[in-house]
Antibody, heavy 125, light 108 residues
Framework: QLQLQESGPGLVKPSETLSLTCVVS??????????WAWIRQTPGKGLEWIGS???????FYNPSLKSRVTVSVVTSKNQFSLNLRSVTAADTAMFYC?????????????????WGQGTRVTVSS | SYVLTQPPSVSVAPGKTASITCGGD??????VHWYQQRPGQAPVLLIY???DRPSGIPERVSGSNSGNTATLTISRVEAGDEADYYC???????????FGGGTKLTVL
């Protein structure tokens, strides 16, 4: 059964870099046909897709966050990571990782399933 | 940017049918996916590609997409269906994915 688990610091200071890791079990990132995604949720803005990565390092980023975001993959550890730079209080959120799935051959990433349980990150000094 | 509009709340009596809409310009030209999020839990995929159900999702959950509105329909609503529901699409022009603002379903 595919499972994803986020980890990282729950508190980050303003202007610093938020770093999170998602460990995948039950599927191999390096052989999967799917992308792997980060999504955040805030009371004010709801669900917001951040970025997605493929096993070969190919990425998609939300245009509104692209200048501050890096999503990368470490296939040897079957995990992928998020770095969000120059954070402010507005980046306080619940962060989720998810498989960015699709169906059919050579399919384009479409939906998100399953999701990790999420990790809450607060930006505060 | 592409905006998906959902009603903030929908209320329905047990046993009745709930319809949750997701509006967007020519949304029928896109594939719509729906998620359920119960309090304190992560979202769960309910419907993908407008109307397909992942394994484990009951047949009383269905989706449709026409014109400028996609609709999630839940028949024979139960107390356990009380949750937040989100629609989501891919915006091809800029290769990014967007969510609707969410609808809170209340079972009366």
């Amino acid at each position: 059964q595919l499972q994803l688990q986020e980890s990282g610091p729950g508190l980050v200071k303003p202007s610093e870099t938020l770093s999170l890791t998602c460990v995948v079990s039950g599927d191999s990132i390096s052989t999967s046909a799917h992308y792997w995604a980060w999504i955040r949720q805030t009371p004010g803005k709801g669900l917001e897709w951040i970025g997605s990565v493929y096993y070969n390092g190919n990425t998609f980023y939300n245009p509104s966050l692209k200048s501050r975001v890096t999503v990368s993959v470490v296939t040897s550890k079957n995990q992928f990571s998020l770095n969000l730079r120059s954070v402010t209080a507005a980046d306080t959120a619940m962060f989720y990782c998810a498989r960015h799935g699709c169906s059919g051959g050579n399919c384009h990433p479409a939906w998100f399933a399953p999701w990790g349980q999420g990790t809450r990150v607060t930006v505060s000094s | 940017s592409y905006v998906l509009t959902q009603p903030p709340s929908v209320s329905v009596a047990p046993g009745k049918t709930a319809s949750i809409t997701c509006g967007g310009d020519d949304i029928d030209g896109k594939s719509v996916h729906w998620y359920q999020q119960r309090p304190g839990q992560a979202p769960v995929l309910l419907i993908y590609y407008d109307k397909d159900r992942p394994s484990g999702i009951p047949e009383r959950v269905s989706g449709s997409n026409s014109g400028n509105t996609a609709t999630l329909t839940i028949s024979r609503v139960e107390a356990g269906d009380e949750a937040d529901y989100y629609c989501q699409v891919w915006v091809g022009t800029s290769d990014h994915w967007v969510f609707g603002g969410g609808t809170k379903l209340t079972v009366l």
